[in-house]
């Protein structure tokens, strides 16, 4: 039993986002007010993480060093948790996670099967410091990567470890981080720049989201080293408006690292000298592209230009500029303290370390999770993301957002790389997975994704503009029932030449969710397009409404919302659709309380 | 020097050869439509945007543009396999899915680089339809047409604008499918800082830019029996006409020109020319006067609108030094409706000026407020070179076979020096002639100033006359003349006259000129013809022109003298920065 007021206590809340949208804010205020109406100041700590990821049950409160994990945390039970485990030693039990498997309470995080395979490196610190108190960062390593580099390493060796370690960039392409930098070394030129990708916009992405708000340092940290290796005195954040809080917390970083002499003239009594700045985004997705993100920082149109040359060579202002994302950066001052080796040990061949992604979908466990690469997709799901929600069938799974592509269930049993991804017609991405159940169309899935993609295009080129948007009116066709067995040809084969022709890799991936949908789910198109019906039951247009007559008591309930006066019969009697002006809209299949409405 | 392999044929390519550039050494054509390399003015539109010159790179993953992707070491390049034809063709087709295709009674039918490319190309069926683009279309500046349901998002506008004329009108705005090229807060051009110059037209590869046109107009005038319709025509028009009938660029048409325009039905057939050497008499008066410490140095020439409308936006604070003289054909259409008016006893109500032009700045110039009194205006229509070629086809004249014709006398007399006033230089050149003369009271020797002549986009000259060392500076395109004004404003530079043509080249590549299609030789030819036809001339000085002589003696008076400014000059107006 726990029972140590004496010691020193703190209660850490998740900040994250996903947490405050949920009012971690108010569970943090009230944890506070407890606090103090106890007298309990001096003992016990308030403080307000980054994400603790498991955003499933937040918010998230931890009590350390007792380390006791509690999940769903309001107003109420946050006071109890003062009441009760603060001053009495009593755990909270009914705020503890319970397994929905074994139902047995879990309260220690570690052991919590969505934690349990989890390796947290570029995570390391998010739900355990304040990211507003650099003295946090400090006292969990912080900046020792960068003394490190600065006192003992020449440039080229701290490139050399970079790409001893294996580490790819974790923003999309998965390139060698180390070749980046070394290419970036060795271009001539007295200015260059080190910039950070922040621009993270996939849908139900927070990966990057979550190391600002949670660890804003460890990315600073990486960027100075980065800045070191190149040869960069300059450094610049590119994040989008959209991230208010992740901006709050890098804003104070930078201060707070420029106050302590991380940052600005002559870091750590050395010549080297590094600033950073924030560059704020207007949010389009394409400015993730690194040629765009670097137009846009230069005050012209987010739009990318053709590569060679490469940021590594012309960059930001002409001069050669390092572009790597958050993710990445946070990688960087572990794999210096820890070394090359240790880092390359974990993940398969040719993908090192962890990759941090965003489970969402029709899992149980939606949230942010960080695994070591060569995990299967399977464990994600099951293991971590405790399976399909409602028991479902699972469908498919999403990565690398717009631009990757579906996976189904027969590869479940891949190990997660670059490469095996790719193979798969996917891509590693970012870092966003959906998880996708027998409900879900894969035909809408596709337009979904492609509907995305016409959005955020940059116009700029003929494949992306017009082909993306006119593969979208072929899958409109499809969806509407209005599809004929050419339109597929048709449509396969623009989107293979939309990927072989466009001029970014927006437009070169765009394709993919349509792609790889064909590819492993052919038989739905076919359905859509031959026998007019949405296997999944999404496809409004194709739906068709049905009265079973065994189940109808002929309450005419349905007959009464119908909004086009279709249904007829008899109170008591078995009702009847009228299929002909039926506009497909729901109402009766919604109102029936008798299961009598059924629709294929 | 690179070795690369095109086709399997083997080559050297100095470093930094783009693939389409190194094609065309192997005499490999690639198909292209966004791309435009106007070297001779630094005009490169490497955007990459339209996807016709895809190429496979062996090894690479996806199709290069050819345009836009330099050779390496090494390299082996196959620009017609069955996946690169077919990435061009789908690219193609995808532009017209998104095209009006209404190629029989557009503006470019036969002019229009996606048209040729549709041929070229053998595109015989569209296999995708869908949602068409639909813009406003814009004719606000009378001057310049925007419809941008044609635009096929090359950039070459917005390079042309952006770089070479430094106006910055257009960019992309919106994403994805609505993207399109368009002015800030999508305004009416007229409303913009645009000049009209429309250069942005020359550069169109289709009808997305053109100019609006007066066709109809002068058709109408013409069939009127109540309306006396005169012409004029620009100096660079004769040397480029010919051009839309077959003919050799530079090829003198004067004569049938002429003869043209009678058969199209205009009572008389006069010369800009005439005009253009009234220009120098005032402007050369108004140089010495200010020499003279009567007014500010430099003085700048004042014969281009589009360059006009330029300082008044972006130089609101020089707005005294340029020229107060009207721009040649603003002056020829007052002395039309007063001088000639009266001296054939015409009224001027009924008379009907038509310039043909080689620009578009001066259909947007004749309806400047200043030139305008009452129901009367100085020119009331202003047709381009393009357009007089349709009228001619319409008209069903065979021009190449048409005799040489003289101009009408009393205004179509004139001299060498007006003739060169179609190219950059040439109104300084044509200034100095008169000037020198007045200044010394000598007779200039050698007429020629070669320094001043040429495409180079900023010239500069250093002249003796009697004992002072005349600096002269020639600008042309408006990012050399903004450079120029820049250093003039600043106090970096000075020059006691200034010639700028907002047009790289000069009138000769005008906006409103047959389509070179990226072919500055063309420009070049034109502009040789010019400086032929003013060796060819008897009299090469504009006050020796004996027409011009003689209307000051019978109307005007003294040269800058009051009637010549009521008639001959003009003022200038500050205009906002948008």
Same mark, same amino acid.
């Given at each position: 039993m726990i029972n140590s007021i004496e010691k020193l206590k703190e209660i850490l809340v998740c900040g994250g986002t996903g947490c405050q949208a949920s009012e971690s804010n108010r569970v943090f205020e009230v944890l506070k007010e407890e606090v103090k109406a106890e007298n309990l100041d001096k003992q016990v700590k308030v403080i307000m993480t980054g994400c603790f990821g498991f955003c499933e049950k937040g918010p998230i409160v931890k009590v350390m060093p007792d380390n006791v994990f509690y999940v769903e945390v309001d107003e109420a039970s946050a006071r109890k948790i003062v009441k009760e485990h603060v001053l009495k030693g009593r755990i909270v039990e009914e705020k503890i996670y319970k397994d929905p498997k074994t139902l047995e309470k879990i309260p220690e995080q570690s052991s919590i099967p969505f934690y349990k395979k989890q390796i947290r490196i570029a995570l390391r610190n998010c739900g355990k410091i304040d990211p507003e108190n650099i003295n946090e960062y400090i006292a969990s390593d912080g900046y020792m990567a960068l003394a490190k580099v600065l006192k003992e390493m020449a440039p080229e060796e701290v490139i050399d470890i970079v790409k001893r370690s294996g580490l790819r960039g974790r923003g999309g392409g998965g390139f060698p981080t180390g070749l980046k930098w070394e290419a970036t070394r060795k271009s001539k030129g007295d200015v260059k720049y080190v910039i950070c990708n922040a621009d993270e916009g996939d849908p139900g992405a927070f990966m990057d989201r979550s190391i600002l708000e949670g660890d804003p340092h460890s990315?600073?940290?990486?960027?100075?080293?980065?800045?070191?290796?190149?040869?960069?005195?300059?450094?610049?954040?590119?994040?989008?408006?959209?991230?208010?809080?992740?901006?709050?917390?890098?804003?104070?970083?930078?201060?707070?690292?420029?106050?302590?002499?991380?940052?600005?003239?002559?870091?750590?009594? =050395?010549?080297?000298?590094?600033?950073?700045? %924030?560059?704020?985004?207007a949010g389009a997705f394409i400015c993730g592209e690194e040629t765009?993100?670097?137009?846009?920082?230069?005050?012209?149109?987010?739009?990318? =230009?053709?590569?060679?040359?490469?940021?590594?060579?012309?960059?930001? +202002?002409?001069?050669p500029t390092n572009i790597n994302n958050v993710e990445t950066f946070a990688n960087?001052?572990?794999? /210096?303290?820890? !070394?090359?080796? +240790?880092?390359?040990?974990?993940? =398969?061949?040719?993908?090192?370390?962890?990759?941090?992604?965003? %489970?969402?979908?029709?899992?149980?466990?939606?949230?942010?999770?960080?695994?070591p690469m060569g995990i299967t997709l399977r464990e994600i799901i099951y293991d971590l993301g405790g399976g399909i929600k409602g028991g479902k069938k699972f469908k498919a799974v999403q990565t690398g957002g717009p631009s990757g592509g579906c996976i189904p269930y027969e590869y479940l049993d891949t190990p997660i790389d670059y490469d095996n991804l790719n193979a798969l017609g996917s891509m590693m991405g970012s870092g966003g997975m959906i998880?996708?159940?027998?409900?879900?169309?894969?035909?809408?899935?596709?337009?979904?994704?492609?509907?995305?993609?016409?959005?955020?295009?940059?116009?700029?080129c003929t494949a992306c503009r017009i082909g993306n948007k006119r593969m979208l009116e072929i899958l409109n066709k499809i969806t509407e029932g209005k599809g004929e067995m050419e339109d597929l040809e048709t449509l396969r084969e623009l989107a293979e030449t939309i990927k072989d022709s466009s001029l970014c890799g927006l437009g070169q991936t765009s394709p993919n969710p349509v792609l790889s949908t064909m590819k492993f789910f052919y038989d739905e198109y076919v359905a859509h397009v031959k026998d007019k019906t949405c296997p999944a039951g999404v496809c409004t247009a194709l739906l068709k409404y049905y009265i079973i007559p065994e189940k109808c008591v002929g309450c005419t309930a349905c007959a009464k919302v119908c909004p086009v006066n279709v249904i007829h019969g008899e109170p008591r009697k078995v009702h009847v659709i009228d299929r002909e002006g039926c506009i497909k809209c729901g109402e009766c299949f919604r109102t029936c309380r008798f299961g009598a409405i059924t629709r294929k | 020097m690179i070795n690369i392999t095109i086709n399997d044929i083997k080559l050297q390519v100095p470093y930094g050869t783009t693939i389409l550039d190194a094609a065309k050494m192997a005499n490999i054509h690639i198909p292209t439509l966004c791309h435009l390399n106007l070297h001779d003015i630094n005009m490169v539109n490497r955007t990459a945007s339209c996807r016709v010159c895809l190429v496979e790179v062996e090894g690479r993953r996806n199709l290069a543009p050819a345009c836009a992707t330099e050779c390496f070491e090494g390299m082996v390049v196959k620009t017609n396999t069955e996946r690169a034809i077919r990435a061009r063709r789908t690219m193609v087709e995808l532009l017209l899915s998104d095209h009006p295709t209404d190629c029989l009674v557009c503006e470019k039918n036969g002019n229009c680089d996606l048209q040729r490319l549709a041929a070229e190309l053998g595109i015989r069926k569209i296999r995708y339809e869908g949602e068409k683009s639909t813009y406003t279309k814009d004719s606000s500046s009378g001057a310049l047409y925007r419809n941008p349901d044609k635009c096929i998002m090359c950039r070459r506008c917005e390079t042309m604008c952006n770089e070479v004329q430094t106006c910055g009108i257009y960019s992309a705005v919106d994403r994805g499918f609505e993207t399109v090229v368009a002015p800030a807060f999508n305004l009416p051009m007229i409303d913009t800082q645009c000049t009209f110059c429309g250069q942005c037209v020359s550069v169109c590869p289709t009808a997305a830019l053109t100019e609006v046109s007066y066709v109809d107009k002068v058709w109408e005038a013409l069939f009127d029996s109540e309306k006396y319709v005169i012409a004029q025509t620009a100096p660079a028009i004769r040397v480029a006409l010919g051009e839309e009938f077959g003919l050799n660029p530079g090829d003198n048409v004067t004569g049938k020109m002429v003869a043209a325009l009678r058969r199209l039905g205009f009572k008389k057939v006069f010369d800009t020319n005439f005009a253009a050497d009234v220009t120098i008499v005032e402007e050369a008066k108004e140089f010495i006067d200010r020499l003279n410490g009567k007014g500010r140095l430099p003085i700048l020439t004042s014969c281009c609108p589009s360059w006009v409308k330029f300082i008044e936006h972006q130089f609101p604070e020089l707005l005294d030094i340029p020229s107060t003289c009207k721009s040649p054909h603003m002056m020829f259409g007052a002395i039309a409706k007063t001088y000639f008016a009266e001296k054939f006893n015409i009224d001027p109500e009924k008379i009907v000026v038509v310039s043909i032009m080689p620009c578009i700045a001066k259909k947007y110039e004749i309806q400047r407020k200043e030139f305008k009194h009452g129901n009367l205006q100085d020119v009331d229509y202003v047709i381009t070179t393009r357009e007089f070629a349709r009228m001619i086809r319409e008209a069903g004249l065979d021009f190449t076979k048409l005799p040489d014709e003289d101009f009408d006398n009393p205004l179509g007399e004139s001299t060498g020096a007006a003739v060169i006033f179609g190219a950059t230089g040439g109104v300084i050149e044509a200034a100095l002639r008169t000037a020198y003369e007045w200044i010394t009271g000598?007779?200039?020797?050698?007429?020629?100033?070669?320094?001043?002549? !040429?495409?180079?986009?900023?010239?500069?000259?250093?002249?003796?006359?009697?004992d002072m060392d005349i600096k002269i500076g020639v600008a042309n395109g408006l990012g050399n003349a903004r450079k120029l004004l820049e250093d003039i404003r600043d106090g970096k530079r000075f020059y006691h006259a200034i010639e700028i043509?907002?047009?790289?080249?000069?009138?000769?590549?005008?906006?409103?000129?047959p389509y070179h299609h990226g072919n500055l030789d063309i420009v070049?030819?034109?502009?040789?013809?010019?400086?032929? %036809?003013?060796?060819?001339?008897?009299?090469?000085?504009?006050?020796?022109?004996?027409?011009?002589?003689?209307?000051?003696?019978?109307?005007?008076?003294?040269?800058? !003298?009051?009637?010549?400014?009521?008639?001959?000059? =003009?003022?200038?107006?500050?205009?906002?920065? /948008?």
């Amino acid at each position: 039993m726990i029972n140590s007021i004496e010691k020193l206590k703190e209660i850490l809340v998740c900040g994250g986002t996903g947490c405050q949208a949920s009012e971690s804010n108010r569970v943090f205020e009230v944890l506070k007010e407890e606090v103090k109406a106890e007298n309990l100041d001096k003992q016990v700590k308030v403080i307000m993480t980054g994400c603790f990821g498991f955003c499933e049950k937040g918010p998230i409160v931890k009590v350390m060093p007792d380390n006791v994990f509690y999940v769903e945390v309001d107003e109420a039970s946050a006071r109890k948790i003062v009441k009760e485990h603060v001053l009495k030693g009593r755990i909270v039990e009914e705020k503890i996670y319970k397994d929905p498997k074994t139902l047995e309470k879990i309260p220690e995080q570690s052991s919590i099967p969505f934690y349990k395979k989890q390796i947290r490196i570029a995570l390391r610190n998010c739900g355990k410091i304040d990211p507003e108190n650099i003295n946090e960062y400090i006292a969990s390593d912080g900046y020792m990567a960068l003394a490190k580099v600065l006192k003992e390493m020449a440039p080229e060796e701290v490139i050399d470890i970079v790409k001893r370690s294996g580490l790819r960039g974790r923003g999309g392409g998965g390139f060698p981080t180390g070749l980046k930098w070394e290419a970036t070394r060795k271009s001539k030129g007295d200015v260059k720049y080190v910039i950070c990708n922040a621009d993270e916009g996939d849908p139900g992405a927070f990966m990057d989201r979550s190391i600002l708000e949670g660890d804003p340092h460890s990315v600073l940290e990486g960027m100075a080293i980065a800045g070191y290796a190149i040869g960069a005195k300059q450094g610049y954040i590119y994040v989008r408006a959209e991230y208010p809080l992740a901006i709050h917390r890098l804003k104070i970083a930078i201060s707070q690292a420029r106050q302590r002499g991380f940052l600005g003239e002559n870091i750590l009594g =050395t010549d080297f000298s590094f600033d950073v700045d %924030l560059k704020i985004g207007a949010g389009a997705f394409i400015c993730g592209e690194e040629t765009a993100l670097i137009n846009s920082i230069e005050g012209g149109r987010g739009e990318p =230009t053709v590569k060679p040359p490469y940021p590594a060579q012309v960059g930001l +202002w002409k001069k050669p500029t390092n572009i790597n994302n958050v993710e990445t950066f946070a990688n960087i001052p572990p794999i /210096i303290l820890n !070394g090359p080796d +240790w880092f390359s040990s974990i993940g =398969t061949e040719k993908s090192k370390g962890t990759k941090v992604f965003a %489970l969402a979908g029709k899992v149980n466990n939606v949230g942010l999770v960080e695994v070591p690469m060569g995990i299967t997709l399977r464990e994600i799901i099951y293991d971590l993301g405790g399976g399909i929600k409602g028991g479902k069938k699972f469908k498919a799974v999403q990565t690398g957002g717009p631009s990757g592509g579906c996976i189904p269930y027969e590869y479940l049993d891949t190990p997660i790389d670059y490469d095996n991804l790719n193979a798969l017609g996917s891509m590693m991405g970012s870092g966003g997975m959906i998880v996708m159940d027998e409900n879900d169309c894969m035909v809408n899935i596709a337009k979904f994704y492609l509907e995305f993609s016409c959005d955020e295009s940059c116009g700029r080129c003929t494949a992306c503009r017009i082909g993306n948007k006119r593969m979208l009116e072929i899958l409109n066709k499809i969806t509407e029932g209005k599809g004929e067995m050419e339109d597929l040809e048709t449509l396969r084969e623009l989107a293979e030449t939309i990927k072989d022709s466009s001029l970014c890799g927006l437009g070169q991936t765009s394709p993919n969710p349509v792609l790889s949908t064909m590819k492993f789910f052919y038989d739905e198109y076919v359905a859509h397009v031959k026998d007019k019906t949405c296997p999944a039951g999404v496809c409004t247009a194709l739906l068709k409404y049905y009265i079973i007559p065994e189940k109808c008591v002929g309450c005419t309930a349905c007959a009464k919302v119908c909004p086009v006066n279709v249904i007829h019969g008899e109170p008591r009697k078995v009702h009847v659709i009228d299929r002909e002006g039926c506009i497909k809209c729901g109402e009766c299949f919604r109102t029936c309380r008798f299961g009598a409405i059924t629709r294929k | 020097m690179i070795n690369i392999t095109i086709n399997d044929i083997k080559l050297q390519v100095p470093y930094g050869t783009t693939i389409l550039d190194a094609a065309k050494m192997a005499n490999i054509h690639i198909p292209t439509l966004c791309h435009l390399n106007l070297h001779d003015i630094n005009m490169v539109n490497r955007t990459a945007s339209c996807r016709v010159c895809l190429v496979e790179v062996e090894g690479r993953r996806n199709l290069a543009p050819a345009c836009a992707t330099e050779c390496f070491e090494g390299m082996v390049v196959k620009t017609n396999t069955e996946r690169a034809i077919r990435a061009r063709r789908t690219m193609v087709e995808l532009l017209l899915s998104d095209h009006p295709t209404d190629c029989l009674v557009c503006e470019k039918n036969g002019n229009c680089d996606l048209q040729r490319l549709a041929a070229e190309l053998g595109i015989r069926k569209i296999r995708y339809e869908g949602e068409k683009s639909t813009y406003t279309k814009d004719s606000s500046s009378g001057a310049l047409y925007r419809n941008p349901d044609k635009c096929i998002m090359c950039r070459r506008c917005e390079t042309m604008c952006n770089e070479v004329q430094t106006c910055g009108i257009y960019s992309a705005v919106d994403r994805g499918f609505e993207t399109v090229v368009a002015p800030a807060f999508n305004l009416p051009m007229i409303d913009t800082q645009c000049t009209f110059c429309g250069q942005c037209v020359s550069v169109c590869p289709t009808a997305a830019l053109t100019e609006v046109s007066y066709v109809d107009k002068v058709w109408e005038a013409l069939f009127d029996s109540e309306k006396y319709v005169i012409a004029q025509t620009a100096p660079a028009i004769r040397v480029a006409l010919g051009e839309e009938f077959g003919l050799n660029p530079g090829d003198n048409v004067t004569g049938k020109m002429v003869a043209a325009l009678r058969r199209l039905g205009f009572k008389k057939v006069f010369d800009t020319n005439f005009a253009a050497d009234v220009t120098i008499v005032e402007e050369a008066k108004e140089f010495i006067d200010r020499l003279n410490g009567k007014g500010r140095l430099p003085i700048l020439t004042s014969c281009c609108p589009s360059w006009v409308k330029f300082i008044e936006h972006q130089f609101p604070e020089l707005l005294d030094i340029p020229s107060t003289c009207k721009s040649p054909h603003m002056m020829f259409g007052a002395i039309a409706k007063t001088y000639f008016a009266e001296k054939f006893n015409i009224d001027p109500e009924k008379i009907v000026v038509v310039s043909i032009m080689p620009c578009i700045a001066k259909k947007y110039e004749i309806q400047r407020k200043e030139f305008k009194h009452g129901n009367l205006q100085d020119v009331d229509y202003v047709i381009t070179t393009r357009e007089f070629a349709r009228m001619i086809r319409e008209a069903g004249l065979d021009f190449t076979k048409l005799p040489d014709e003289d101009f009408d006398n009393p205004l179509g007399e004139s001299t060498g020096a007006a003739v060169i006033f179609g190219a950059t230089g040439g109104v300084i050149e044509a200034a100095l002639r008169t000037a020198y003369e007045w200044i010394t009271g000598e007779s200039l020797g050698n007429v020629e100033f070669n320094e001043v002549r !040429g495409l180079k986009g900023f010239k500069e000259a250093t002249v003796k006359i009697k004992d002072m060392d005349i600096k002269i500076g020639v600008a042309n395109g408006l990012g050399n003349a903004r450079k120029l004004l820049e250093d003039i404003r600043d106090g970096k530079r000075f020059y006691h006259a200034i010639e700028i043509m907002a047009c790289p080249g000069g009138c000769i590549n005008g906006g409103g000129q047959p389509y070179h299609h990226g072919n500055l030789d063309i420009v070049k030819a034109r502009l040789e013809a010019l400086y032929k %036809l003013d060796k060819s001339k008897p009299l090469r000085k504009s006050h020796e022109n004996p027409a011009v002589i003689q209307m000051y003696k019978e109307y005007i008076g003294e040269i800058g !003298g009051e009637k010549a400014h009521k008639l001959l000059h =003009t003022h200038y107006t500050k205009r906002e920065k /948008i």
